[in-house]
Nanobody, 111 residues
């Protein structure tokens, strides 16, 4: 059974930065991050479509950067210039033969 474990969430002031990490139990090409804002549906943050190509949600382009370490089976999300509207639960995502999700990590941005 594939497992995804997130870390790195927390509380930060607006304009600050956080780095999220996700470790998978095996190497997966399609990995990334989604988030769920209070009262909203889960939305794309950033994802590796394959081993190198990425896709970002419009609201985070230019502020967030996804990266990966394939040897360590990890994907990272560097979040800069955080805004209160980035407050959400962030989920690590992967796709093998089906969608896979981590348990989520809370990111709270105070104004």
């Amino acid at each position: 059974q594939v497992q995804l474990v997130e870390s790195g969430g927390g509380l930060v002031q607006a304009g600050g930065s956080l780095r999220l990490s996700c470790t998978a139990s095996l190497k997966i090409n399609t990995m990334g991050w989604y988030r769920q804002l209070p009262g909203k549906q889960r939305e794309l943050v950033a994802v590796y479509i394959n081993s190198r190509m990425t896709n970002y949600g419009d609201s985070v382009k230019g502020r967030f950067t996804i990266s990966r370490d394939n040897d360590k089976k990890m994907v990272y999300l560097q979040m800069n210039d955080l805004k209160p509207e980035d407050t959400a639960v962030y989920y690590c995502y992967a796709y093998t033969t089906r969608d896979l999700w981590g348990s989520g990590t809370q990111v709270t941005v105070s104004s």
